[in-house]
């Protein structure tokens, strides 16, 4: 079998991408998804976002989402509120405590970085987020991790 496939190399990359994060974020009491929901909270506008944004964007399906979704309440670091646009709909909301968390939540971003990419230099860097993102056909997106 020949190992040398850019889907092999980019799920070997995904596996230590998630055994980082549990290294990283399990001394927290987050998951990397419920880490990566968080972050995305966090950077739109307060009250915007509902579950079928986080569905859509991380690509996760609704029952995920929703056991991820009960997990953050249970810590007590989301609500869901009646949406001020459709009373019909809920969206998800940052509670206080995980606001206070905001500086963390980067810092724990910026430490799993750092790790995962220890090996390579900044052009290294560079290069390989201009090649991830030409396979994702897109050009200059942030990053919504």
């Known amino acids: 079998m020949n190992q040398d496939k850019v889907a092999i190399w980019l799920k070997f990359v995904n596996l230590e991408c998630d055994r980082l994060s549990v290294e990283v974020l399990e001394p927290h009491d987050l998951t990397l998804t419920q880490y990566k929901i968080l972050k ?3 950077i739109n506008p307060q009250g915007t ?3 079928v944004d986080i569905e859509e964007h991380f690509y996760i399906r609704n029952p995920t989402v929703t056991r991820v979704l009960q997990n953050l309440e249970k810590k007590g670091l989301v609500t869901r509120q009646t949406n001020p646009q459709d009373n019909r709909s809920k969206v998800i909301c940052l509670t206080e405590k995980a606001k ?3 500086s963390l939540l980067y810092q724990l971003g910026d430490e ?3 790790k995962l990419t220890a090996n390579l230099t900044p052009r290294d860097k560079e290069e390989l987020l201009r090649l991830l993102k ?6 200059d997106e942030d990053d919504h991790e």
């Open 40 to 42: 995305f909270l966090l």
């Open 49 to 51: 976002i509902r579950q």
């Open 100 to 102: 206070s968390m905001e």
């Open 112 to 114: 799993l970085e750092a």
């Open 134 to 139: 030409k396979i994702l056909n897109r050009k």
